[in-house]
């Protein structure tokens, strides 16, 4: 009689106990059957033909692409000195490029006499021409056609905002040390000589020796006090000082004789700090102090400088000239120089 095996375990050895293939291994839960060396040593050693496939937003290939990426529609960027020297010039609108002012030295001169005695003539003023050199600041970025309708913020708002503040800062720097050649003429390119405006040349500076080489002598408050005092009274109403911040620095932490310091903060918001009683304003484009630079300047500026302009900045869009590209061309004609050379004093730092 043939006996009945029922247990399904025990039914898988008959074959190795007879001498045949080997047992079939039983199925793990979920799983299939075993067809190589590569599950075992994944079972053994944690490795081995399993894969393990991830999607992660760090790698663009493995599914960053997928990403969203947020961006903000306000662009920040780092701020730029802008010259404030515009802010105290006298700034004049012109119609044409070729811009002439007459300024009168010298005044009419007059005589005392007795009730009977000759009038001699008198000597009439000189009249001396001021032609401020003019220049045509321009740019012309580009931007393609797929970049103003896709991007995240408004490029042409943000390409004008950019051109204006570089204008800003290429015609600051101009009136204060521009050459005069397709720029403006600054006021640091004017010639300066120690002599007093009665006996000094028109359109030549003058300028107060600081006592040392790049540096002040001792007692500096004193030099200070003779360019305050080098300007005659009628130009110190509306004068102000002008230095870069590392000058003013320099000055801040001067003192009197009895400890006061020669600097007075703003009491109040909007009120300027000022130095030997008129307010400083701080123009990056000065040089710093160093052997013969002229780092201070005093004096009434809109009398003593002229800035002459054309237009404001234009903007053109041309969105033909180069296809796919929309070009936006912006131009500002500008030009300056000193206009009245008795109102503007110069501190050299030397000591002849």
């Given at each position: 009689?043939?006996e009945?095996?029922?247990?399904?375990?025990?039914?898988?050895?008959?074959?190795?106990?007879?001498?045949g293939?080997?047992?079939?291994?039983p199925?793990?839960?979920g799983g299939?059957?075993?067809?190589?060396?590569?599950?075992?040593?994944f079972?053994?050693?944690?490795?081995?033909?399993v894969?393990?496939?991830?999607?992660?937003?760090?790698?663009?290939a493995a599914?960053?692409?997928?990403?969203?990426?947020?961006?903000?529609?306000?662009?920040?960027?780092?701020?730029?000195?802008?010259?404030?020297?515009?802010?105290?010039?006298?700034?004049?609108?012109?119609?044409?490029?070729?811009?002439?002012?007459?300024?009168?030295?010298?005044?009419f001169?007059?005589?005392?006499?007795g009730?009977?005695?000759?009038?001699d003539?008198?000597?009439?003023p000189?009249f001396n021409?001021?032609?401020?050199?003019?220049?045509?600041l321009?740019?012309?970025?580009?931007?393609?056609?797929t970049?103003?309708?896709?991007a995240?913020?408004?490029?042409e708002?943000?390409?004008?905002?950019?051109?204006a503040?570089?204008?800003?800062?290429?015609?600051?720097?101009?009136f204060?040390?521009?050459?005069?050649?397709?720029?403006?003429?600054?006021?640091?390119?004017?010639?300066?000589?120690?002599?007093s405006?009665?006996?000094?040349?028109?359109?030549?500076?003058?300028?107060?020796?600081?006592?040392?080489?790049?540096?002040?002598?001792a007692?500096?408050?004193?030099?200070l006090?003779?360019?305050?005092?080098a300007?005659?009274a009628?130009y110190?109403?509306?004068a102000?000082?002008?230095?870069?911040?590392a000058?003013?620095?320099?000055?801040?932490?001067?003192?009197?004789?009895?400890?006061?310091?020669l600097?007075?903060?703003?009491?109040?918001?909007?009120?300027?700090a000022?130095?030997?009683?008129?307010?400083?304003v701080?123009?990056e484009?000065?040089?710093?102090?160093?052997?013969?630079?002229?780092?201070?300047?005093?004096?009434?500026?809109?009398?003593?400088?002229?800035?002459?302009?054309?237009?404001e900045?234009?903007?053109?869009?041309?969105?033909?000239s180069?296809?796919?590209?929309?070009?936006f061309?912006?131009?500002?004609?500008?030009g300056?120089m000193?206009?009245?050379?008795?109102?503007?004093?110069?501190?050299?730092?030397?000591?002849?």
């Amino acid at each position: 009689m043939t006996e009945v095996v029922t247990d399904a375990l025990e039914a898988s050895f008959e074959p190795v106990e007879a001498g045949g293939l080997p047992p079939v291994r039983p199925m793990l839960a979920g799983g299939r059957p075993a067809t190589g060396a590569g599950f075992e040593s994944f079972l053994r050693g944690g490795a081995g033909a399993v894969e393990v496939k991830a999607l992660s937003g760090t790698s663009d290939a493995a599914g960053g692409l997928a990403v969203p990426e947020e961006i903000d529609a306000r662009i920040d960027a780092t701020l730029k000195s802008i010259s404030p020297i515009r802010g105290i010039a006298n700034v004049v609108k012109v119609g044409t490029s070729g811009y002439r002012k007459l300024v009168s030295s010298g005044g009419f001169e007059s005589g005392w006499a007795g009730e009977t005695d000759p009038r001699d003539e008198t000597d009439a003023p000189v009249f001396n021409e001021v032609a401020p050199p003019m220049g045509e600041l321009y740019a012309n970025p580009a931007a393609s056609q797929t970049m103003l309708d896709d991007a995240a913020f408004d490029v042409e708002q943000w390409l004008a905002g950019e051109i204006a503040r570089e204008f800003a800062v290429a015609e600051g720097a101009a009136f204060v040390n521009g050459n005069g050649v397709n720029k403006p003429k600054g006021f640091l390119a004017a010639p300066t000589a120690v002599a007093s405006d009665a006996t000094r040349p028109f359109g030549t500076l003058q300028h107060v020796l600081s006592g040392a080489a790049g540096a002040f002598a001792a007692n500096p408050e004193e030099r200070l006090i003779d360019l305050v005092q080098a300007l005659r009274a009628p130009y110190r109403q509306g004068a102000c000082w002008v230095m870069n911040s590392a000058t003013l620095a320099r000055i801040r932490k001067m003192k009197t004789s009895d400890g006061a310091f020669l600097w007075v903060p703003g009491i109040a918001a909007g009120q300027p700090a000022t130095l030997l009683g008129y307010p400083v304003v701080e123009a990056e484009d000065m040089p710093d102090i160093a052997a013969n630079s002229l780092s201070i300047a005093f004096g009434n500026f809109k009398a003593g400088y002229l800035i002459a302009e054309r237009q404001e900045t234009q903007i053109l869009r041309d969105p033909y000239s180069n296809k796919p590209f929309v070009h936006f061309y912006a131009t500002k004609r500008v030009g300056g120089m000193v206009s009245n050379s008795e109102a503007i004093k110069v501190m050299k730092f030397s000591a002849s």
